[in-house]
């Protein structure tokens, strides 16, 4: 089965910056695509961003382009969310998610970790 073990959250003031890891295992690691997401209290979990198998492709939502990075190192089978220029409003639970690259990104994550909390004060 796979796991997955979000790791890297804590407390920042605007306009820091803080960098999350995802540990993956229990299966290949390249043969998962990976997303990013992110809840707020009493807000619907919210998509953040992916990457694709190799690292060759990535997917940002416009509140977070330009300020969050997605990288993954199939070697060390971990991803990466690398989080710049945070605000306020990216306070939320994080959390990572793989899929079978064999299912297309509109049937949605099969495998979820923890969540790892991220508070940013202004």
């Known amino acids: 089965q796979v796991r997955l073990v979000e790791s890297g959250g804590g407390a920042v003031q605007a306009g820091g910056s803080l960098s999350l890891s995802c540990a993956f295992s229990g299966r290949t690691f390249s043969s998962y695509a990976m997303g990013w997401f992110r809840q707020a209290p009493g807000k619907e979990r919210e998509f953040v961003g992916a990457i694709n198998w190799n690292g060759g492709s990535t997917y940002y939502v416009d509140s977070v382009k330009g300020r969050f990075t997605i990288s993954r190192d199939n070697a060390k089978n971990t991803v990466y969310l690398q989080m710049n220029s945070l605000k306020p409003e990216d306070t939320a639970v994080y959390y990572c998610?793989?899929?079978?690259?064999?299912?297309?990104?509109?049937?949605?994550?099969?495998?979820w970790g923890q969540g790892t909390q991220v508070t940013v004060s202004s």
């Open positions: 998610a793989a899929r079978g690259v064999w299912r297309a990104a509109s049937s949605g994550y099969d495998f």
